[in-house]
């Protein structure tokens, strides 16, 4: 998994590249974890390269998803590819997240 941190403004960018499983989840948790101790709210994860994700990886979506709406912020994911987006629709996590289809409408949506 590679990951690429950037800020936007107020938005920490997360862009996502490769297979987030359980080898990956640890990682990706750590790097969505330390926005939030760096004082981060808004967060946007970018998928576009992701090409699978498991069920590990969903949970450290949510629980990112969770903390931020805790610290009164939000998290927005897109570029989803299409067999991703499917996972996301089977598992019920489209009602859960806000999802768009790139980063430029994603970063507007804040």
């Known amino acids: 998994m590679e990951i690429t941190t950037s800020k936007q403004g107020e938005v920490a960018v997360v862009a996502l590249a490769g297979r987030f499983d359980a080898q990956s989840a640890g990682q990706v948790d750590q790097s969505l974890q330390a926005n939030f101790q760096e004082g981060g709210r808004k967060l946007l994860v970018d998928m576009n390269r992701v090409e699978y994700v498991s069920s590990a990886g969903l949970r450290v979506l949510l629980a990112a998803a969770k903390k931020s709406g805790n610290l009164g912020g939000r998290m927005v994911l897109c570029g989803l590819q299409p067999y991703v987006l499917e996972v996301f629709e089977v598992a ?19």
């Open 92 to 110: 019920g996590f489209t009602s859960i997240f806000q999802i768009l289809p790139d980063a430029a409408s994603a970063l507007q949506s804040f």
